[in-house]
């Protein structure tokens, strides 16, 4: 019995489909250094699962069915402070949902803080005992984690062809910590790594402050809600106001509720579907065809 059972799990293995996870370049390393292998594992804390320790940059490949492709891609960045990453709910179920709209997803698994084994009890306990040290920690990491962001952009463009998307139809999407790097690709973005549109998610303003954009600045999706826990809500205000003063193509989508890291969350609230307004901003945007 125990072998047939073993047979069936094999055969059942089989039919799961094969992760296609590319490494991305390590151009500089940040001033730390990691200690701790990557982990992966359900928080009770978040009540998600998070991804800790990133050392070397990744994107996981979410193709559509060949059927539904309509050649527009997103690169999607996880939230968690920079000390870890919210890789389902803000990651892979993200991906998923783009599929079903025919969008090619990569999720970004770009440098974090160096922790121990649980990187989200330290920031949480450090969001109590000492809030000033995960600035400190997050200001060494930010800057490489943007260049990952930029490397990926740079990835996809190069090899558009083999996964069958527009080379002029890559946005990047991020939440909370990869709201910061979606907003500091466009700030540092050059012609081979240039987003065609950004979707910052409840960015976490408090570690990128606004810039004025460039004069060749991408069309912007933002969304937040108003009762975000961590008073982010004016950050996401005034990124929206720098782009409108300069003239760039930007839409803003502020919740009254909802709170932080809601991501494909479902809370019976109106900011449950910030997805399909997102979606229906790229159409109208023509970023993204009807397939």
């Known amino acids: 019995m125990k072998s047939i059972t073993l047979l069936v799990i094999l055969f059942g293995c089989l039919w799961l489909p094969a992760q296609e996870i590319v490494k991305l370049p390590v151009d500089e390393n940040p001033p730390v250094v990691w200690t701790t292998a990557l982990g992966q594992y359900y928080s009770p804390i978040w009540k998600t699962e998070v991804v800790t320790n990133v050392s070397e940059p990744t994107i996981q490949v979410f193709r559509p069915e060949e059927a539904l492709n309509n050649g527009t891609s997103v690169i999607v960045a996880p939230g968690g402070g920079l000390y870890a990453l919210s890789i389902k709910k803000e990651g892979t179920e993200v991906a998923k949902w783009l599929n079903e709209k025919g969008i090619t997803a990569f999720v970004l698994q770009y440098r974090l803080v160096p922790t121990e084994k649980d990187g989200v009890a330290e920031i949480s306990d450090l969001s109590v005992n000492n809030p ?83 004069p060749d600045a991408p069309p912007m999706f933002i969304i937040c809600a108003t009762d975000d826990p961590l008073g982010l809500a004016k950050g996401s205000i005034d990124l929206y106001s720098s782009w409108l003063q300069a003239g760039k193509p930007v839409a803003l989508h502020m919740y009254s509720k909802g709170g932080h890291g809601f991501g494909m969350e479902k809370q019976g609230l109106p900011s449950d579907s910030w997805i399909e307004r997102f979606y229906e901003w790229s159409q109208a945007q023509n970023l993204v065809s009807n397939y």
């Open 132 to 214: 000033d040290k995960i600035g400190e920690e997050v200001a060494k990491v930010l800057p490489y984690s943007i260049k990952d962001g930029l490397n990926a952009i740079k990835h996809v463009r190069e090899n558009a062809t083999s996964y069958g998307v527009d080379p002029n139809k890559i946005g990047f999407m991020g939440f909370s910590a990869g709201g910061a790097v979606t907003v500091g690709v466009g700030y540092n973005y050059s012609q081979d790594n240039k987003p065609n549109f950004l979707v910052p998610v409840y960015y976490w303003s408090d570690v990128l402050p606004i810039q004025e954009p460039k």
